[in-house]
């Protein structure tokens, strides 16, 4: 009965120790916009705790968090069929490069872009069209795109942490794109980050 009591005991301390050693892992993924990884990694740690790898475990889920960010760009696939939303208007025969995108709040505010034949891509990285600075809160390396599809613009969300969401506050689904129109509003994140569609 005592050799239980003392494994019991055993195992409990070394999983705290093992949670201990998982927030790491859980905060750095939170800093580095991969919430699910940093999750992954307090519960490995904690699961690992009572065979003593917790802090190998947590420096595999920090290396692998900090290098390990392709998810924020999803594999190329063919998109499919424009599902309009009903939220704003759209126009199959909007001409390409005939909109232009204006920022309404957040660190880009008051800068606009033409949305030409290559469409937008949102991000903090360097080959962005629509660049966020690095330390901007909540936006991923490639966040959202706006793209044409058969003569449609298009917004779609790439798997970004924080979501995309239009003006009225619902959501978009990951790599699906949504119709969009001149007079639409979007933002990345926090409505802090604001853009509008219009035309030229």
């Known amino acids: ?25 859980f905060f750095v993924g939170r800093y580095r916009y991969r919430p699910n990884a940093g999750r992954w990694g307090l519960i490995w740690c904690g699961v690992s ?27 190329r696939q063919s998109a499919p069929p424009v599902q ?21 709040a957040g660190p880009l505010k008051g800068q606009s872009y033409n949305v030409g034949r290559e469409g937008l891509i949102f991000g903090r990285d360097m080959d962005c ?36 969401f239009l003006g009225d506050g619902k959501q978009l689904p990951r790599n699906y794109p949504t119709a969009i129109g001149p007079g639409t509003r979007f933002y990345l994140a ?8 219009s035309i030229l």
């Open 49 to 75: 705790g009572p065979f003593g790898l917790s802090f190998f475990v947590a420096l595999g889920f920090v290396i692998f968090i900090l290098t390990g960010e392709r998810d924020m760009r999803p594999p």
């Open 1 to 25: 009965m005592q050799f239980l009591m003392i494994a019991l005991v055993y195992v409990v301390l070394t999983v705290v120790v093992g949670c201990a050693w998982g927030l790491v892992p």
């Open 129 to 164: 069209t629509v660049h966020f600075p690095a330390e901007t809160r909540g936006i991923s390396r490639h966040h959202c795109a706006l793209r044409w599809q058969q003569g449609v613009p298009v917004l779609v969300d790439l798997g970004s942490a924080y979501g995309t």
């Open 190 to 197: 926090t409505p802090a980050n604001l853009f509008q569609i």
């Open 84 to 104: 309009p939303t009903g939220q704003a208007p759209y126009y199959e025969t909007t001409p390409q490069g005939s909109l232009t995108l204006t920022c309404l």
